[in-house]
Nanobody
Framework: QVQVVESGGGSVQAGGSLRLSCLASEYIGSDYCVGWFRQAPGQEREGLASIDTDGTTSYADSVKGRFTISVNNAGNTMYLQMNSLQPEDTAMYYC??????????????????WGQGTQVTVSS
């Protein structure tokens, strides 16, 4: 099973930007879904963005127009560009991999490789 490790979190002021990275232990393949989720204390894990083999992207309404998901050409590093960050974006952010069909679901149970998370804190 492919392992993933997130990085790039930190503390920013409202309106700022961060770029999260997710390094996979190997090429993630040609039949996948990459997802980014976040979880704030006391809340459920929330799906934010996904991208599949065809490059089709999906975004939650809460981040649409502000966040952009991408995968590098080598297929081993995934990114989440986050702009116009707000305090409500404060959470632990997770990268995840799943089968192609996972992109039709925002359920964490449909993904099978998770990183340890990277903390994003946005101050007002």
């Amino acid at each position: 099973q492919v392992q993933v490790v997130e990085s790039g979190g930190g503390s920013v002021q409202a309106g700022g930007s961060l770029r999260l990275s997710c390094l996979a232990s190997e090429y993630i393949g040609s039949d996948y879904c990459v997802g980014w989720f976040r979880q704030a204390p006391g809340q459920e894990r929330e799906g934010l963005a996904s991208i599949d083999t065809d490059g089709t992207t999906s975004y939650a309404d809460s981040v649409k127009g502000r966040f952009t998901i991408s995968v590098n050409n080598a297929g081993n590093t995934m990114y989440l560009q986050m702009n116009s960050l707000q305090p409500e974006d404060t959470a632990m952010y997770y990268c995840t991999l799943g089968p192609y069909w996972s992109c039709g679901s925002w359920s964490p149970a449909d993904f099978n490789s998770w990183g340890q998370g990277t903390q994003v804190t946005v101050s007002s």
